[in-house]
């Protein structure tokens, strides 16, 4: 997973806390995403960042929120956690090319996460 | 938005051919990519279709029919280290990216 850093990797969590799960990039892609993975449900976007800026809601983004101050850099943020939000998360990012359909997303190694 | 389907699990032995079928049904579709999980470890990218036929990367191919919106993805000469998940990914013309469930194959020796 060279070139995109999740941190943490693991955090247990009481109900109502708070958390940032954070994604750093050093490889100057232009788009970051945030996905979470639940048994037998795929990979669903949470939100995403089509440049340093701007942020745009996915599948599943309530309960969550974002920030893309730099453009290597892109925050998840839980105001206040619930059991539903237990579950792997992971950040992509992907190199915006002219050709729009060849989006090739590389993944963080995942941040698993646990509320109780 | 869109939805995709592919089946939950197949199993196969050592030097077998696979095939994972994907469909979709979309707005905006562009394009079908494939992803491969081992285990506790990140999706990785195998492939990418934008036009109908057939993308060929060594032991792995991958089909798309823009017209049946059916794609499917192929694994030859099966190998233990290919036992992982897989997935189907539908993009859409923002770039975007939405996948499937994931079809867990395992290899028996």
């Known amino acids: 997973n060279a070139g995109v850093t999740q941190t943490p990797k693991f955090r247990v969590l009481k109900t109502g806390q708070s958390m940032t799960l954070q994604c750093a990039q050093d490889m100057n892609h232009n788009s970051m995403y945030w996905y979470r993975q639940d048994p037998g449900m795929g990979l669903r976007l949470i939100y995403y960042?089509?440049?340093?800026?701007?942020?745009d809601k996915g599948e599943v983004p309530n309960g969550y929120n974002v920030s893309r101050l730099k453009k290597q850099n892109f925050l998840l943020g839980l105001e206040s956690a619930a059991p539903s939000q237990t579950s792997v998360y992971f950040c992509a990012i992907s190199e915006s090319t002219a050709r729009a359909g060849a989006n090739v997303l590389t993944f963080g190694a995942g941040s698993r996460l646990t509320v109780l | 938005g869109q939805s995709l389907e592919q089946p939950s699990e197949v199993t196969a032995v050592e030097g077998a051919i696979v095939q994972i079928n994907c469909t979709y049904q979309t707005s905006g579709f562009y394009g079908l990519s494939w992803y491969q999980q081992h285990d506790g470890g990140a999706p990785t990218f195998l492939s990418y279709n934008a036009l109908d036929g057939l993308e060929e990367t060594g032991r792995f191919s991958s089909f798309l029919s823009r017209s049946d919106s059916y794609g499917y993805l192929l694994l030859q000469e099966l190998q233990m280290k290919d036992s992982a998940s897989y997935f189907c990914?539908?993009?859409?013309?923002?770039?975007?990216?939405?996948f499937g469930a994931g079809t867990q194959v395992v290899v028996t020796p």
């Open positions: 960042s089509a440049s340093e800026g701007t942020t």
């Open positions: 990914a539908a993009t859409d013309s923002w770039g975007k990216l939405q």
